[in-house]
């Protein structure tokens, strides 16, 4: 049910729930208004919203890394029948809540590392993964624990990218003796940040395009759409032969 909070009262839960990363209007109180990149993520929404079904009626919902609750509270005004929001970072997760008990939304949050999502035991139509990838220090193995745990359908993706747009074919193969291709700017390639970017310390990688496409196939995700520069629609595919991870995605 809807919270009947008074604007003031909203006012002053937001501010005690400390920084928020995720501009949300609550009500008509915004709880990031001074945000560097605006208002944020609604402006990046709006560049992609079309390309996330509008009649989620019937469908589940997984948010990886939900931070404040934007994409999940987005769900659910698309009518999905269930949205799960996970975080591992106890601040972020209690604003969510509070933005989901204001708007009266029913969401269902945990606090869930991505590297543990195979303790849902479920699979979900849609999985939301935005602005996680380059926070990780195994960013691949995320992707692989996602297809195969929790992914069933489609799969919202998004990293910070850096570098051109260009994507060069790849060779299934090159002798050793090759090189040439490792500097081409379309090739796959992704920057480590040893210490920090943009003043976060928990920035680690940062991919170009070809980079990001080649470990959603390289995870068994086939790219359907690629409607902003930074996300990607992508549907649950079958693995190359090749691409089963050399490390184990089960756990102990």
């Known amino acids: 049910m809807s919270s009947d909070l008074a604007p003031d009262q909203i006012e002053r839960r937001v501010r005690e729930l400390g920084q ?28 992609f919203a079309h390309a996330i079904p509008a009649d989620l009626t019937g469908r589940s919902v997984l948010d990886i890394g939900c931070n404040g609750g934007f994409y999940a509270l987005e769900m659910k005004r698309r ?5 799960v929001a996970v975080d591992y970072d106890d601040a972020y997760l209690a604003q969510a809540k ?20 195979a303790a849902l035991k479920e699979r979900f139509d849609l999985v939301i993964f935005m602005g996680v990838l380059y926070h990780l220090r195994h960013p691949l193995l995320a992707l692989d ?8 359908d489609l799969l919202l993706f998004q990293s910070m990218l850096r570098g051109t747009q ?3 074919p790849v060779e299934p193969d090159y002798p050793f003796s090759a090189a040439e291709h490792f500097e081409r700017p379309g090739y796959p390639r992704m920057a480590f ?13 940062v991919p170009n395009r070809a980079c990001a ?6 995870a068994g995700f086939q790219v359907i759409d690629h409607p902003e520069e930074e996300v990607f629609v992508c549907r649950v595919g079958e ?14």
């Open 193 to 205: 940040i040893e210490n920090k970017y943009c003043g976060d310390e928990t920035n680690w990688w």
């Open 239 to 252: 693995r190359s032969h090749w691409a089963a991870p050399v490390y184990p995605t089960r756990g102990a």
């Open 166 to 168: 260009e994507v060069e």
């Open 79 to 83: 009518g999905a029948e269930r949205v």
């Open 20 to 47: 928020w990363f995720h501009n949300l209007d609550l009500k008509g109180v915004q709880t990031a208004p001074d945000h560097f990149l605006g208002d944020y993520p609604r402006i990046k929404w709006q560049r």
């Open 98 to 117: 509070f933005a989901a008990e204001v708007m009266g939304a029913d969401i269902e949050f945990a606090k869930l590392s991505v590297y543990d999502v």
């Open 213 to 218: 496409e080649a470990m959603l196939r390289s």
């Open 145 to 152: 624990l996602i297809r195969e745990h929790v992914a069933g």
